[in-house]
């Protein structure tokens, strides 16, 4: 009873939280650390006042553009102008020719009145120009783009705002057949929130919907299957009390955690109530039935949590906020939810239904194929050297693996969002922005002519280098306006944007700033290619410092990967001594390793198939949690084997009694593992769903690996005691 009201009190406050869960939009801060590029980021962001990020409004028509289409986004451009917190409009309408062009000095490019046959000589004509803007219009004349330059930083809770007034502009300024999609950094960082609070809720119900249909199917009652699930549910109510508890918020990459909690739980519940009703003697008292199966089983439910905990530890060398804050959250959830499940079934099992043993007897609905069994011990050698053959294999496969991240891959694939994100990369290059700094202090500043006269050089360098991205700096505006032969007078820079001239410029005149937007570098090779030609141009020029989102996309994501590699080799080997040492088996450390790191070679060089051999820091880390989960059959297995040894079995014996009694176990938890995680596909998320793929794929082979490979192993002389 005191157990009882501990644990309703807890679940009570963990309930009572959760109204504080918090929702993390920023995608940058994943990518954060204490390098030098992060620093240089930081320190843009700063100095730009988060005025680095535009928000986008790309209008569509599917049948182009018409007279009255045009005419409705121009009003929509001059009304966004009077929108609070926004410094300026760029788009098509705000675009003039320099004053001495041929055939259009100093006019607009779309002019008035507005007339889409006048206006198709004037875009092909700007579109010509050499250094100047692009025309923002698509070549197919289907989409057009506006880029609202907003004052406020990154998270700021005015955005929200500003984002509401620009769709209710958007509503108010149609016409048939045009569509506007409100997108960019900000829009996509409330997208992300939505789509992470729609997760939230569907993973963990439909989760805990499949486990408690795969407890039925292994149990064959209905009964069983709820009180079997009634501890897991009330360690995912916990976890998210701990979230709530902690402050720290729900990211990308920690949305997982939560029904990863509540599979890890189902699992453990499985094996204890699987030992209550096969293994535990029938004829005494329930009361000590429930005790004996603590006794007994407990313990390795106790040591996979551990496990499963360093591995997420494990996470934590990672220089990345985010990643420590997952580090912390999964191994504090998963042991928390093992003391819950434990605690949980001690309260449950005194209610399960008379005859459920008997039932569970005659059912059989899993059980280790007799196979397995002959492989082990008529041919041991063999499935030994294959494994070892298998293993190097996939880990030369792993080693071909190439470092990679999408900032793509972090929004939700369902959004209206994430569909014009797309389309504005494929018709406007992207919008993501980098940063090349020029420090003119030895010249004087860029005012003076030594100064003017190594930017343009570095400006014309970078354009003649990257013909394909827009470079806009000083230079390129005082091309557009017609000024030449030296730095542009302040009158002569009046038509400019005061926030633009800001962003292109220091206050003391000592550092100039080019502007180049791009696309996601790492979209694919290509993208990939001209980013790193780019970047090279860049500081071939004479460049102080290259910034910007897209080299934090392109840079970072590498060193996370080196480093939760490193993590997960320490939590490998940190996990197999562990167990080795709370076993007092020295030599089990070897055994444990080799069956285990199987898996992940297999599930790294399956990679190659799931995402054109492409290492994600996502698929990094479902290696390393899937370590941590893959051993807990491991730990089940020997545990069984070295109770039965100590009971004075012969080997064989031993691991005959181990495959049928815990292997049975073990297939039904992997089973139920790799069901519940099946609703990782109904994420929004491709980093979701690649996570799950992963864990699965890992779940699987580390099972064929446990009752095959491992058994083989011990029955090696050089393996026992």
């Known amino acids: 009873m005191r157990a009882a009201l501990v644990l309703s009190l807890i679940m009570l406050g963990a309930l009572a939280l959760l109204p504080q869960l918090r929702f993390d939009d920023n995608v940058v801060r994943t990518l954060s650390s204490d390098s030098a590029v992060s620093r ?23 049948a182009g553009f018409s007279a009255d289409a045009y005419r409705q986004m121009r009003d929509l451009a001059l009304e966004l102008e009077l929108a609070d917190h926004v410094n300026y409009v760029l788009s098509p309408f705000a675009l003039r020719f320099p004053p001495d062009h041929e055939a259009y000095p100093g006019e607009p490019m779309v002019p008035e009145p507005i007339d889409p046959d006048t206006l198709e000589p004037r875009i092909a004509a700007f579109s010509e120009l050499a250094g100047a803007l692009p025309p923002l219009i698509s070549t197919d004349r289907t989409a057009l783009l506006m880029a609202v330059a907003m004052d406020l930083p990154h998270g700021s809770p005015e955005t929200r705002s500003l984002l509401s007034t620009i769709g209710a502009l958007t509503d108010a300024f149609g016409a048939p057949g045009l569509a506007y999609t409100v997108a960019g950094e900000p ?13 939230l809720i569907r993973l963990n119900l439909v989760g805990g919907l499949l486990g408690v249909l795969m407890c039925w199917v292994i149990f064959g009652d209905l009964r069983v299957a709820a009180l079997t699930a009634a501890p897991a ?3 995912l ?15 990308v990459i920690t949305n997982v955690v939560p029904v990863l909690v509540l599979v890890l739980g189902l699992a453990d519940s499985v094996h204890l109530v699987m030992h209550l009703l096969e293994d535990a003697p029938a004829t005494t008292p329930t009361q000590e039935r429930i005790a004996d199966t603590a006794r007994r089983v407990g313990p390795a439910c106790g040591l996979t949590a551990i496990t499963t905990a360093v591995a997420f530890a494990a996470i934590a060398i990672a220089d990345s906020e985010p990643l420590r804050e997952l580090a912390l959250l999964g191994a504090l959830s998963t042991l928390s939810a093992y003391l819950v499940v434990l605690v949980g079934f001690a309260l449950v099992a005194r209610f399960m239904p008379a005859g459920a043993a008997a039932r569970l007897a005659r059912r059989r609905t899993v059980g280790v194929p007799p196979l397995f069994g002959r492989l082990v011990f008529n041919h041991g050698r063999i499935v030994i050297a294959s494994g070892m053959v298998i293993g190097l294999a996939a880990a030369f496969a792993v080693s071909l693996t190439e470092p990679w991240f999408t900032y793509r891959g972090n929004l939700a694939q369902d959004s209206a969002v994430y569909r ?36 343009v050089a570095a400006t014309e360098r970078l354009q003649a280098e990257n013909p394909q991205l827009a470079v806009i700096s000083l230079a390129t505006l005082a091309a557009q306006l017609g000024v030449s032969g030296g730095p542009p007078a302040p009158d002569e820079l009046a038509d400019v944007p005061p926030a633009l001239l800001r962003q292109l410029a220091s206050e003391d005149a000592q550092t100039a700033r080019v502007m180049v937007p791009m696309g996601d570098p790492m979209r694919d090779e290509a993208t990939l290619a001209r980013f790193d030609r780019f970047e090279q141009s860049a500081r071939a020029s004479g460049a102080a410092r290259v910034s910007g989102l897209p080299v934090l996309m392109r840079h970072e994501p590498l060193d996370i ?12 080997l940190a996990s197999v001594v562990l167990v080795a040492a709370a076993l007092g088996w020295p030599m089990l450390s070897i055994a444990l390793m080799l069956p285990n790191l199987l898996p992940l070679a297999v599930a790294g060089a399956a990679l190659h198939l799931i995402d054109g051999g492409r290492m994600i820091p996502t698929a990094a880390l479902a290696l390393t949690v899937a370590f941590g989960i893959a051993v807990d059959d491991s730990i089940h297995f020997v545990s ?3 109770r039965e040894r100590r009971d004075g079995e012969p080997v064989d014996a031993a691991l005959r009694r181990s495959l049928e009694g815990t292997g049975r176990a073990m297939i039904a938890t992997t089973l139920l593992l790799c069901v519940g995680l099946l609703v990782v596909y109904l994420s929004a998320f491709a980093t979701v769903r690649l996570f799950g793929t992963m864990l699965m794929l890992t779940f699987i082979t580390a099972l064929l690996a446990d009752l095959v490979f491992l058994p083989a192993l011990l029955r090696q002389r050089w393996f026992r005691r």
């Open 237 to 251: 109510l916990v976890t998210l009390g701990i979230f709530a508890a902690t402050g720290l918020p729900i990211t």
């Open 420 to 455: 014009a994100s797309n389309v504005i990369e494929r018709d406007f290059g992207g919008f993501f922005r980098a940063w090349v700094d020029f420090d003119l202090d030895a010249e004087g500043g860029w005012t003076t002519g030594p100064g003017w006269d190594r930017l």
């Open 187 to 199: 829009a996509m960082a409330v997208d992300i929130v939505e789509a992470l609070r729609v997760d």
């Open 640 to 642: 069984r084997f070295d």
């Open 40 to 62: 240089d980021y930081r320190a843009l962001s700063e100095d730009l006042s988060g005025a680095e990020q535009d928000i986008l409004v790309l209008a569509e028509h599917p």
């Open 561 to 572: 990967i080196r480093q939760l590699s490193i993590g997960l080799v320490m939590a490998c």
């Open 233 to 235: 549910a009330a360690g």
